[in-house]
Nanobody, 120 residues
């Protein structure tokens, strides 16, 4: 299973970005998907998560500004980042909980990370 993230870059404060992460490979099903971020000198933290049915949860710091969504048919998760702030600067990682076969336990997979820099 591979997760390919894209969409990062440089954006001005108050601007927006849209991150995408597509899962590929051989697997039975994808359970929860999410986005994490890690800023220099800080621990990786959960930004937002989404269940297969569309239930979402967000970090307090991004609530109301970021929106997570997914396309189950395309095994893809998105993160719409609006009204970005300098403190949103970090490497963003996508994460998926995957069952490889019908009898497998869920296993976590990570994307390679995409840099988001918020600066004027």
């Amino acid at each position: 299973v591979q997760l390919q993230a894209s969409g990062g870059g440089l954006v001005q404060p108050g601007g927006f970005l849209r991150l995408s992460c597509a899962a590929s490979g051989s697997f039975f099903e994808i359970k929860d998907m999410g986005w994490y971020r890690q800023a220099p000198g800080k621990q990786r933290e959960l930004v937002a998560g989404i269940s297969p049915g569309g239930n979402t949860n967000y970090a307090d710091s991004v609530q109301g500004r970021f929106t997570i969504s997914r396309d189950n048919a395309k095994n893809t998760v998105f993160l719409q980042m609006d009204s970005v702030k300098p403190e949103d600067t970090a490497v963003y990682y996508c994460n998926s909980a995957v069952r490889l076969t019908i009898i497998s336990k869920t296993r976590e997979y990570w994307g390679q990370g995409t840099q988001v820099t918020v600066s004027s």
